[in-house]
């Protein structure tokens, strides 16, 4: 069924551009219509479609490179979207649609690879089960860049500047306040500022760096064929059959139409930006449902259905370099290149965008990698580690689901 632009619904849209938000907050019918804005704003949004043009091109320059088109142009939702709400000020739905991003691709994306992958290949044709493999130079530096990116969130989300706190007695009838996030307060903004800044150019140098050793000097680690594990003669030739066959795929669609299709897919994403953000708000007050969790779950999910798509479809076709590449190459440039892009942006337009990320949040994202790194790092992967992975996903979205969201800085009333 073809998508329905926003002028389907008149209305809406038109009560989006004039401000009018009154109907979006008057009970069950409010929050039926802020929904129904928040996932049109989704659906007019063409991202399911852009793995077929990324993908006609990735077959053009080979699965490493192709790995990288993919997963950039996967992440041009998520990278509009943050700067849309970063222009309006919405630094809390901003870093958690980047962190958020980074464990959809880390934990769903790359999960369901793993399991639907290695659903399809299952078997040797003497029925023995098997496993698909990609490049253990792929799973090692991946590894690495993972622990860094995870390092670099949760030092601006563990220290704090020098503060003296005076702290109420605790008596009966008096009430105890704790302050948990400082880093926003007058006197410590700034020294977070200047270490989240000096952070994000680091990040930026660094993955310029990885770009040139993929690519460039050491490009051999990221490159070898995705094959299964045997050591029957049989299924050797089974997997040099499909590997030929492999070799024997190719575009259906030209290079000059495949990036008008890629151009015109981001500019539509731009312009559904501004409807998808305005829609938050109103969502939030109908629902009560956190924008941590908006930012972090649902914003990712459909933000990134064109990677899951991508990399489900080519770990099905025993494609692992891609699917490795799409999947953790996404997060790897998330954490590196787009949300130190987003605190550099923010430092241009006068927002105060850091990576003092809520400690909870950084929690989840440290374990995620820590798992991760134990599953890929023997160039391995089966069925059963992609539902680990996606059973990780599950509970962490159920524990943002039923946790509050914190504001920065807020002081929060623990006994009174």
Not at 247 to 268: D, F, K
Request: glycine share 8%; with cysteine; charged share 15%.
């Amino acid at each position: 069924m073809p998508s329905r632009s926003s002028d389907d619904y008149p209305g809406e849209r038109t009560s989006l551009l004039n401000g009018n938000h009154n109907d979006w907050t008057n009970g069950s019918a409010s929050g039926s219509s802020a929904w129904k804005q928040f996932f049109l704003s989704r659906r007019t949004t063409p991202a399911p479609k852009a793995p077929i043009p990324s993908s006609e091109i990735a077959m053009r320059l080979g699965e490493t490179l192709g790995g990288l088109l993919n997963a950039t142009f996967g992440n041009a939702v998520e990278l509009i979207v943050s700067i849309v709400a970063l222009r309006d000020g919405q630094i809390e739905v901003v870093q958690a649609s980047m962190l958020g991003s980074i464990l959809s691709n880390l934990l769903l994306v790359l999960g369901m690879s793993f399991f639907f992958g290695g659903i399809w290949n299952l078997r040797n044709p003497d029925g023995t089960g098997m496993e698909q493999e990609f490049p253990s130079g792929t799973a090692q530096t991946t590894c690495s860049l993972l622990a860094l990116s995870s390092a670099s969130l949760v030092i601006p989300a563990t220290v704090r500047p020098h503060r003296p706190y005076l702290l109420p007695s605790l008596l009966p009838g008096r009430e105890l306040y704790n302050v948990l996030d400082a880093g926003d307060s007058k006197d410590t903004e700034g020294p977070i500022l200047f270490l989240s800044r000096g952070t994000a150019i680091i990040l930026l140098i660094l993955y310029g760096l990885y770009l040139w050793f993929q690519l460039r000097t050491h490009h051999n680690l990221f490159d070898g064929p995705g094959h299964f594990e045997s050591h029957d003669p049989e299924a050797s030739q089974n997997s040099v059959e499909q590997a030929e066959e492999r070799e024997r795929e190719e575009p259906c669609m030209g290079l000059v139409p495949a990036i008008i299709v890629l151009v015109a897919t981001t500019v539509v994403v731009a312009i559904c930006a501004d409807y998808l953000v305005a829609s938050i708000d109103p969502i939030v007050e109908s629902t009560k449902i956190s924008k941590t969790f908006i930012g972090l779950i649902l914003i990712p999910i459909v933000g990134n259905a064109a990677e899951h798509a991508t990399a489900v479809m080519v770990a099905m076709k025993n494609k692992m370099d891609l699917a490795m590449g799409v999947a953790i190459g996404s997060s790897i440039q998330i954490a590196l290149l787009v949300t130190p892009f987003l605190v550099m942006f923010g430092w241009a337009i006068g927002q105060p965008m850091t990576l003092h990320f809520e400690t909870f949040s950084v929690v989840a994202f440290a374990f995620s990698v820590m798992v991760v790194t134990y599953t890929v790092q023997d160039g391995r992967s089966n069925y059963l580690e992609g539902a680990m992975l996606f059973g990780l996903y599950c509970i962490i979205a159920l524990a943002f689901y039923v946790s509050p969201s914190l504001d920065a800085g807020k002081v929060v009333k623990i006994v009174s």
